[in-house]
């Protein structure tokens, strides 16, 4: 038995309806108990498989960017986003990868004769890459 402020007995189940909607928000609530619970659901998302780019930027949205990230969410876009700075990070890394081979003097020739030097030069070369992407890409 539930009593309102004048000590008369109320019967909710009778009174309130089973949903009603805010005509200020325009959001519907359905009826749980005694409560008004509002009926939002977070739009569905592609599911996407994240790189060692796209956990990056996920985490640094998480960390620095709080509002970027709490609006990508509530809009559905978080996981295009995400995809989208994979696939531009790994291309990116690639070309830059290409371009700073082309003008240090590393040889194919030079895998069979001096390989810790070719290992070692091209662990530099993609260091160097992906420091670039992530002060452009990652870290924005």
Request: aromatic residues 8%; without cysteine; charged residues 30%.
């Amino acid at each position: 038995m539930i009593l309102d402020f004048k000590g008369e007995n109320l019967d909710i189940e009778n009174e309130l309806p089973e949903t009603k909607t805010d005509e200020r928000t325009g959001i519907e609530y359905h009826l749980e108990g005694e409560y008004y619970i509002p009926n939002i659901v977070a739009p569905k998302q592609e599911k996407i498989v994240l790189n060692k780019y796209g956990r990056m930027r996920l985490k640094y949205l998480k960390e620095h960017k709080k509002g970027e990230y709490t609006i990508m969410i509530m809009n559905g876009t978080l996981n295009t986003h995400l995809k989208e700075i994979q696939e531009t990070a790994n291309n990116r890394v690639q070309q830059i990868i290409s371009d700073l081979k082309a003008k240090s003097e590393l040889t194919e020739d030079m895998k069979n004769t001096d390989m810790l030097y070719w290992v070692g030069t091209m662990n530099s070369i993609k260091a160097q890459a992906e420091e670039m992407i992530f002060i452009k890409l990652i870290y924005v």
